[in-house]
């Protein structure tokens, strides 16, 4: 598969990048040298391989919950600039 000039100028636009005239012909010919070297993947024979999700198997390590003391009312309420009525105070936002 070839990607032409037009190809490349039209994902450039989409991308918001302007590029010159000069930028187009690097990047079409650095595209279509990428996707011949893709082309040595069709030669390879696939059929006997499983489809996979991820290269390695990954299993979630998750630890067991357990409770654990939290920091009392005046522990936490001693770190606010402004505190009434056990709560901390904020700007009215309306």
Same mark, same amino acid.
């Given at each position: 598969?070839?990607? =032409?000039?037009? &190809?490349? %100028?039209?994902?450039?636009? !989409?991308?918001? !990048? &302007?590029?010159?005239? &000069? &930028?187009l012909?690097?990047?079409?010919? =650095? !595209?279509?040298?990428?996707? %011949?070297? !893709?082309?040595?993947?069709?030669?390879?024979?696939?059929?006997?391989?499983?489809? *996979?999700?991820?290269? #390695?198997?990954?299993?979630?390590?998750?630890r $067991?919950? *357990?409770?654990?003391? %939290?920091?009392? #009312? $005046?522990?936490?309420?001693?770190? %606010?600039?402004?505190?009434?009525?056990?709560?901390?105070?904020?700007?009215?936002?309306?």
């Amino acid at each position: 598969m070839q990607i =032409s000039g037009k &190809d490349v %100028g039209q994902l450039a636009f !989409l991308s918001r !990048l &302007d590029l010159t005239a &000069d &930028d187009l012909t690097i990047c079409t010919k =650095s !595209l279509n040298e990428i996707l %011949g070297y !893709l082309t040595v993947l069709e030669e390879l024979d696939t059929g006997a391989v499983k489809p *996979a999700l991820h290269v #390695r198997p990954i299993k979630n390590v998750l630890r $067991e919950d *357990a409770l654990q003391p %939290g920091l009392e #009312r $005046e522990q936490v309420l001693a770190n %606010g600039p402004e505190v009434e009525d056990g709560a901390f105070v904020v700007p009215r936002i309306v």
